[in-house]
């Protein structure tokens, strides 16, 4: 067996190409939410990949963009400053020949760096084999890449060419976590943030970027495996509670049940899980209601 390799690897692009889908699949365990709306990663969600070559230990940053409160100037400067903290950039990016003024602006902020890049095109399960060679060249010449490398998040597809190539470009290194952890993030973290995907996925588009999700309680019963969790969905208006709850409490009752499944895979055990919604207007451009929802304030100084 040759040396073994390790370092850190950063997934970036803009909004909604699929880089938590693609890191679900890569570490083969759904860590980060996904969901078909922008700003769904608001954290840098640390995952590990580990095999006999070596480790690699993802960042998945949220999605770069122009900001519109504090809490977008949050991600997008944690966005920004994950380039320089890393050995490898994976550049996500959708199959079009179209480069738009989000993708020079990420071209930009990498051309900046000395860090090798790989560019990856998603969603190619979407697109014809002789298209894929139309979109490589429309962005070859945009930045310089170590690497372009065409997958499909979704059916796995060119997912393990990705992997081998990424592992060529680790410098040696030591094992960082045990083989058998797949993420930093603490169990609650996680809980609170499938419990926001649910509502991401079943609340219409106006609602979602307000919410945040807080756990309050996680307790395992003695005896019996079963985990009690109390979770309160954080809103920015009343109507927007009202369209949580929904008619005779249906809305917040599949979002309860959809995440319920979730966790219990998660945790490997039942899980008897509680949902509320409060108003908290306007927490988006608290700095104490960012840092209270678990987006620490040290990460965009």
Known sequence: MGTFK???????????????TLMNRLVGQKIAITSSKPQTTRNRIQTVYTCEEGQI???????????????GEYMVSVAERTLKEVDLILW?????????????HIAECINSTKIPVILVINKID???????????????????FAE????????????????????????????????????????RQIVAEMIREKTLINLDDEVPHGIAVAVESMKERKKKAIVDIDAVIICERNTHKG?????????????????REDIES?????????LWV????????????????GYDKEDYN
């Open 6 to 20: 390790s370092g850190f690897v950063t997934l970036i692009g803009r909004p909604n190409v699929g880089k938590s």
């Open 57 to 71: 230990v993802f960042l998945d940053t949220p999605g770069i963009h122009k900001a519109k409160n504090k809490l």
């Open 92 to 104: 996500l990016v959708e199959p079009t020949t179209y480069i738009g003024a989000g993708e020079k």
């Open 126 to 144: 979407t697109v014809s084999k002789a298209e894929i060679l139309t979109f490589i060249n429309a962005y070859k010449d945009i930045a310089t």
């Open 148 to 187: 372009i490398i065409p997958v499909s998040a979704l059916s796995g597809e060119n997912t393990q060419d990705l992997i081998n190539t990424i592992i060529e470009y680790m410098p040696e290194g030591p094992k960082y976590y045990d083989e058998d952890t797949i993420t930093d993030q603490p169990e």
């Open 243 to 259: 369209i949580i709850i929904g008619k005779q409490g249906s809305m917040i009752k599949k979002i309860g049940t959809q995440a």
């Open 266 to 274: 998660l945790l490997a055990c039942k899980v008897n899980l509680k």
């Open 278 to 293: 409060k108003v908290k207007k306007d927490w988006r451009n608290s700095d104490y209601m960012i840092k209270n929802f």
